[in-house]
């Protein structure tokens, strides 16, 4: 789909159009316009296994493995929401962001339409990357406790945010095939992520990921699968035998969060859980 007319970017003034093309500046994107982009699930094999860190990064960034999402993801980025016509939308897969030795990571589900995928940041600019990033914040984590566009200036120390699936689906429901063939990103970024101690699991789509990505990586996990709940946890072994802690809590998903089933105490309290098995600060 071609871009749609540029409008400035909300932090820069910068035009862009939407969705965002790779390497036209803006803020973060770790591609440019020579990065292969995968178009079969193959492809994303491939890519990922020989990718590093800024590989996995740039690589998924530009990916277009899944007809329907790029459908979707590209749609939403034309259309937007009424309050956002005026900014450009990223469009595109939303890479991972955070620190790239984190001993705590954040594995939550896919991009929010109007939040990551406008923002081209993960958890940045919608109702989840409020609550998420201010949690983090409050346990030392990151630096600051907004999350609004990628040039605000967010870091995070020690922890580092991951999607299972990068890109938007419709009615944030991914299929599982989408899943499978997206699977390869992640399981990549942990084999990249040695310093890692814990995984905090947003929901029983990321828990399930996690735990598939671990057997994939040759991680030992515990028979019968450790079941998904908030403050659940279990213990994985890595190849090497050092252990990862993972660690459940409810999404912060704005049906969640506005109707109390997940509190800021409760997602305190995993937190603080995770952070005290990673050592994170
Ligand atoms: S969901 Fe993952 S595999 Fe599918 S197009 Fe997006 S980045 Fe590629």
Known sequence: ?????????????????????????????????????????????????????DGVQAASSVCRACPRLVAWREEVAVTKRRAYAGEPYWGRPVPSFGDPAARLLVVGLAPGAHGANRTGRLFT?????????????????????????????LALVGARMVAP?????????????????????????????????AVLALGAIGWAATLDAARDAGWAVPRPAPRFGHGATAE??????????????????????????????????????????????
């Open 165 to 197: 699936v990068r890109c938007v689906p419709p009615d944030n429901k991914p299929s599982t095939a989408e899943r499978h063939t997206c699977a390869p990103w992640l399981r990549r970024e942990l084999a990249l992520l040695p310093d890692v101690r």
């Open 125 to 153: 600019g919608d109702r989840s990357g409020d609550w998420i990033v201010a949690a983090l914040h409050r346990a030392g984590l990151a630096t600051q406790p907004t999350s609004v566009d990628a040039a605000d200036g």
């Open 1 to 53: 789909m071609p871009a749609s007319v540029p409008h400035p970017h909300p932090a820069t003034g910068e035009p862009f159009g939407s969705p965002v093309p790779p390497g036209v500046g803006w803020p973060g994107d770790p591609a440019d316009g020579r990065t292969p982009a995968a178009s079969t699930p193959g492809d994303v094999e491939r890519l990922a296994g020989a990718a590093d860190l």
């Open 236 to 281: 994985l072994t890595r190849a090497d035998g050092r252990t990862v802690t993972l660690v459940g809590s409810y999404h912060v998903s704005q049906q969640n969060t506005s109707t109390g089933r997940l509190t800021e105490s409760m997602l305190d309290a995993a937190i603080a859980v995770a952070v005290g098995a990673a050592g994170a600060r």
